[in-house]
């Protein structure tokens, strides 16, 4: 009886005419549980890559901060002159306009002047916080103030007030963060997709 409880052997499979397999199993034979079957390991996987994702975003973060610092420095060094000449530039108005009054010259240039500033360090107090925080929404409402001063630059043409390298600078920082806004909400999308693999049973 105790040679009984121990089979000297295992299961055997024979193969049916057919092509069917079938197992037979020796009396007091118990199967061994099988192993856990590993599931997909999506967060495995996204361990990796996120560690490639945030470097490649920070590398994204300092260009864009970079972009804004060298925007700052540039926006400041012209106002800073604008402000140095600007008994110069309202002269070059009176001549371009001689039928404007000098004081209506003069509020214009400072106007602008005054904007130019508020809108320099809105700006850059935009995308310093869209680099740090991180969120899309905040880059797309960057990419929007970008916008507004590219385009603002067209009409201060008319002021002889028209600078190509902000011009340049401003575009360069609206696509910037078109660009970055679009790839945090990709990843929000994929982030998403791989909570939902793991969530399933």
């Known amino acids: 009886m105790k040679s009984l409880d121990k089979p000297l052997f295992g299961p055997v499979f024979v193969q049916n005419p057919d092509g069917s397999i079938a ?20 967060r495995d996987t996204n361990t990796g890559l996120s560690a490639d994702i945030i470097r490649m975003l ?79 929404s905040l880059y797309a409402r960057c990419a929007v103030v970008a916008m507004i001063g590219t385009l603002g630059q067209l009409p ?9 390298l902000i011009f340049f600078l401003r575009f360069i920082s609206y696509a910037y963060s078109r660009f970055l806004c679009n790839l945090l909400r990709t990843l929000e999308v994929l982030q998403m997709d791989l909570g939902n693999i793991d969530a399933d049973p």
């Not at 604008?82 to 008994?87: A, F, I, N, R, V």
């Not at 201060?156 to 190509?164: E, K, Q």
């Open 23 to 42: 197992e037979g199993i020796p009396p007091g034979f118990i199967e061994q549980t099988p192993p856990g079957t590993p599931r997909m390991r999506a």
């Open 58 to 136: 920070a590398k994204h973060e300092c260009l864009f901060l970079t972009l804004m610092v060298l925007d700052l420095v540039a926006s400041i060094i012209f106002l800073v002159l604008q402000y140095w000449y600007s008994s110069d530039a309202i002269m070059e108005l009176t001549l371009l306009y001689p039928e404007l009054d000098g004081v209506v010259l003069q509020f214009l240039h400072w106007m602008t002047f005054g904007g130019e500033m508020c809108y320099t360090l809105a700006s850059f107090g935009l995308g310093v916080a869209s680099a740090c925080i991180g969120k899309p």
């Open 156 to 164: 201060l043409a008319y002021l002889n007030r028209f600078n190509l």
